[in-house]
């Protein structure tokens, strides 16, 4: 329990003193690429610059055994963005840069309630039909999310 309360204060110290995406829209995110689940550093660093990052509000990582995961939460109760979307594109970006990251489960709290997706890294490049940490660069990241949120059929073939 200890643990816990420390690395949740951490990762709100690291927080705190982050300015998010709207202030950096410039940031290479493939600064940490090849970063693994484990870099609490990295890991935030990179969530706090995604879609969505100014509803944040906290993640878990999960890395006593395999397989490794990332549990991301978002105050999602003014956002205007798509969730969906939001999905996609940052599980996208995560399973590209950090090479041992197996699933990621999003928390989305709503005004109505609680919304959860949970995302594999094999079902994800089954998907897109590329393995993502082949990707080494954001244009080429974009272009595929792009052309993958236009067909509604593919969306609800990855989230059903």
């Known amino acids: 329990m200890v643990k816990f309360l420390l690395l949740s204060l951490l990762v709100m110290f690291l927080l705190s003193g982050c300015n998010l995406n709207s202030n950096h829209p410039n940031v ?3 600064q940490y690429k090849d970063s693994y689940v484990g870099d609490n550093s990295a890991v935030v660093n990179t969530v706090i610059h995604l879609q969505g990052a100014k509803h944040f509000s906290g993640l878990e990582l999960k890395t006593k055994a395999e397989p490794y995961g990332i549990i991301i939460k978002y105050d999602w109760s003014e956002s205007e ?3 969906i979307e939001t999905v996609i594109y940052n599980a996208t970006y995560l399973f590209a840069l950090i090479q041992n990251v197996d699933w990621i489960t999003f928390h989305f709290e ?3 309630g609680m919304e959860e997706y949970k995302i594999n890294r094999e079902d994800l490049q089954a998907w897109y039909g590329i393995d993502l940490s082949e990707i080494d660069n954001e244009d080429r990241l974009q272009e595929l999310i792009q052309k993958s949120l236009e067909d509604e059929k593919k969306i609800n073939q990855l989230l059903n």
Do not use: P
């Open 28 to 30: 290479d995110l493939f």
């Open 81 to 83: 963005l798509n969730v």
């Open 110 to 112: 709503m005004v109505d």
